[in-house]
C-alpha cells in the first residue's frame, strides 16, 4: 500500500517535497491520516510539536536539513526521525575547496586591493589537510581533493580508520595534529560534545599560514577567540561559510578583518540543495513502503 505522507508546512519547498513523496509512491493527506510527517520548513522548529500531535498515526518525521540542533528538544523516540544528513554533501563539499583555494592563494587580499599587491599565496596541491567530520561532507571532500594530492587526516568521535583518509584520530587528539595543518576544515555536526572545538588552544596550536574553513556551524568555533587569533596574525586566515552569531551582524569585526573571507551560508543553496533533497525524500518513501532502513536516520540519543 502507499505510504499516507503529510507535507508541512507550506513553504517555498513544499511542492518540490509533495512532488518528491508522489514520485517515491507516496499518497499526500492530511496530519490527520499521515503515517509520515515530511516538514517542509527549517525555520519553524517550534510548530512541528503541534504538527505531531495532529498527527496521531504518525511513525516517521523527515526534517529537511542535515543539521538538526533546533529540533533536539522535539526528537521523542516514540518516532523514527530522519535528517538529510549526506544530502547536501557534494556542493558543500565543493564549497571547501572553493574557500580553500581562495584562502590558500590569498583571493581575499587580491579583491579588495586598489594597487597592485605583492606575490602571496601557497598550493592546496601537496598540502596537509585536517577535516573534523567523519560523514557525508567528508566522504565527498575526501574524493575531490584526490587529483590534488593531498595528506588527510580525519578527526571524529572515535578513531575508526576513515575512508581514504591518511590517518583518523579521535577528537581529543586534534592539538596532536594541528601544528602540521594547511587547512584545517570543520565538517561535523554540533554537538555539547562538539561546541567551541576550535577555542584559543587550538588556534594558538595551528601554523601561521593555516587557513580555517568552517561549513558546518558557527557555533563549532570560538568567535572571540579567533577575530583575536587573526587580528594578530596568529594563522593564515578563516574561511566562514557560517558563523556565531549568524547572521553575522553588520559592524562585527570579522567583516573588515582583513584576513577573513565570509560567505552568508551558501556551501548549499536552495537552487543546490531542493533537488537533492527531494530525491532523498522519494528514496525515503520507498523504502518506508518496503519497511527498508530509512537514509539519513537520526539517533535520538545522539542528537545527529
Avoid at 75 to 92: E, F, R
Avoid at 273 to 300: C, M, Q, W, Y
Amino acid at each position: 500500500m502507499s505510504p499516507k505522507v503529510a507535507v508541512v508546512p507550506n513553504s517555498g519547498r513544499a511542492d518540490s517535497l509533495r512532488d518528491a513523496v508522489v514520485a517515491g509512491g507516496g499518497e499526500l493527506v492530511d496530519l490527520a491520516n499521515a503515517q509520515a510527517l515530511v516538514w517542509a520548513d527549517a525555520h519553524r522548529p517550534s510548530e512541528i510539536e503541534a504538527a505531531l500531535e495532529a498527527g496521531p498515526s504518525i511513525e516517521w518525521v523527515a526534517l529537511p536539513y542535515a543539521g538538526i540542533e533546533p529540533y533536539l528538544p522535539y526528537l521523542s523516540d516514540s518516532y523514527t526521525w530522519t535528517a538529510a544528513k549526506g544530502v547536501y554533501a557534494t556542493p558543500v563539499a565543493e564549497h571547501v575547496i572553493a574557500l580553500s583555494l581562495a584562502g590558500l592563494r590569498c583571493l581575499h587580499t587580491f579583491a579588495r586591493a586598489t594597487s597592485w599587491p605583492a606575490q602571496i599565496g601557497r598550493n592546496l596541491i601537496g598540502a596537509n589537510v585536517v577535516v573534523f567530520g567523519g560523514g557525508g561532507i567528508t566522504s565527498e571532500l575526501v574524493r575531490l581533493l584526490e587529483p590534488f594530492g593531498c595528506t588527510i587526516t580525519v578527526i571524529r568521535r572515535n578513531a575508526d580508520p576513515f575512508p581514504g583518509a591518511h590517518q583518523t584520530i579521535s577528537l581529543d587528539q586534534r592539538l596532536d595534529v594541528l601544528p602540521t595543518a594547511d587547512v584545517v576544515v570543520l565538517a561535523l555536526a554540533l554537538t555539547p560534545e562538539t561546541e567551541g572545538v576550535i577555542g584559543a588552544a587550538e588556534l594558538e596550536a595551528m601554523a601561521d599560514h593555516a587557513w580555517l574553513i568552517n561549513v558546518a556551524r558557527g557555533g563549532h568555533i570560538d568567535t572571540d577567540a579567533l577575530v583575536s587569533a587573526l587580528a594578530s596574525e596568529q594563522i593564515g586566515g578563516a574561511a566562514l561559510d557560517v558563523t556565531d552569531p549568524e547572521p553575522l551582524p553588520d559592524g562585527h569585526p570579522l567583516w573588515t578583518e582583513p584576513r577573513a573571507l565570509i560567505s552568508p551560508h551558501v556551501g548549499n543553496t536552495p537552487e543546490m540543495g531542493v533537488p537533492l533533497l527531494a530525491a532523498h525524500i522519494s528514496e525515503n518513501v520507498r523504502r518506508f513502503a518496503a519497511g527498508k532502513a530509512l537514509v539519513g536516520a537520526v539517533d535520538t540519543s545522539l542528537g545527529y
